[in-house]
Structures are given as C-alpha cells and as structure tokens.
C-alpha cells in the first residue's frame, strides 16, 4: 500500500467516524481529494487506492492533467474550488463536473453563456466570504441569498448548494453554522465545507462534502506539466 493510500484510508476512517458520531448515514459526505501541485503519477496512486471525486485550484493548471487523467479514468468526477476568471469559464465549463466558486454576477453570465454554448450540465456551488476577508474570494453573507436568486432566475443556473473557506485564525464552527443556516434561506442541500485541518467540525455541522489535500497528499509539490 502506498503512502497515499494509507493516508487516504485514514482520511476515509475519520470521515465515518465522524459521519457516525453526528448521526448521519455512512457515505452521506462526499471527500474531495485536493490534488492542486500533485502530479498525474500522485494522483493515479489515490484513484488506484478507490478516490474518485478530486478537487483542483487552477484552470491552467488541472487542464494540463486532467483530460489524460479522465481519459485513463472516465469514472472520476473533478471539482473547480479555486477562484474562477471570467476568460477561463470556457474552459472550466469544458473540463469540471463541478464548480464551486460562483461568486460574482460576470462569472454566473460567462458561466451561464458557456453551458448553453456547449451543452453541459456541471453541478454549480456559490462560494460565500463568510469571514468578509478581502482578501478572498466569495459573495458577502447578507448578499448570498439574493445572489443565488440572481444566478437562479437571471442566469437559469441550477445552483446545488454553497461553500465557504474560513479565516485560518479563526475557529471553524460558526462559519460552517453560518454557512448551513443560509443554505437552509436559500432553499439549497449541499455544503462544501471542512478542510484537511477541520473536516470532522465540518461534518458535524453538516457538510455533505469536504475538500482533503495535505492530509492524503502530503505537502503540495512544485507541479511541472507533463
């Protein structure tokens, strides 16, 4: 067993417990392996151990791996959870099952404009900025929901659920309860929430799914196109 796949089965073995320990049913949160700077090789060790659902960063940079990747493995589903430019929506469009960083109305039209043009059908998330960081990207909490109606009923995009990355300083329990009771406004079912640091408070919280990188990866490699 590689190292990716013991740390993976860790992972997995946490995410029950916790499943478990918040009464939910086992399977009910999806893990999102973070393979942003991994390579093809590191990847292909964590879908041979039994991942299928990945998360990425960067357009640019999962378009240089994934189209082999997904061709080797048809079955796996890849996720956009970093910030989306407007002149990359084509591309992410072409390429993700599904974009979690909706968080501003020119991404929603390019985004809307792109899945018409192509025919694609990719599970939408908007990201909110529940820590008002402005550093970060995300859609303010008292403008989420009108922002969701905004994409909605303008943009015709079927918005699943909302995620939210919160401030590294802060604890993570009330930005993930901040986040569920607005999904709960909005009428949506899905949280992306919890990281490698804070999944289990995630899942506790009610996430449905959560974005794991360092702790089955390890530390983030210098990615080199292959």
Known sequence: MTNVAKRLKTVRNDLFSAEQKSGRERGSVTLVAVSKTHDQATISEAIEAGQSVFGENRVQEAMAKWPALKEKYPNVELHLIGPLQSNKCAHAVALFDV???????????????????????????VQVNTGAEP?????????????????????????????????????????FECLAQLAGECGLAELSMGMSGDYVTAIEHGATQVRVGSAIF???????AE
């Open 99 to 125: 974009i979690e960083t909706i968080d501003r109305e020119k991404i929603a039209r390019e985004i809307s404009r792109e899945i018409a043009k192509q025919g694609a059908d990719p599970k939408l998330f």
């Open 135 to 175: 550093q970060k990207a995300g859609v303010a909490v008292e403008e989420t929901a009108e922002f969701v109606r905004l994409c909605e009923e303008e943009y015709d995009l079927n918005i699943s659920g909302l995620m939210c990355i919160p401030p590294f300083n802060e604890e993570p329990g009330p930005h």
């Open 218 to 224: 390890g530390e983030r490699q210098v990615f080199k």
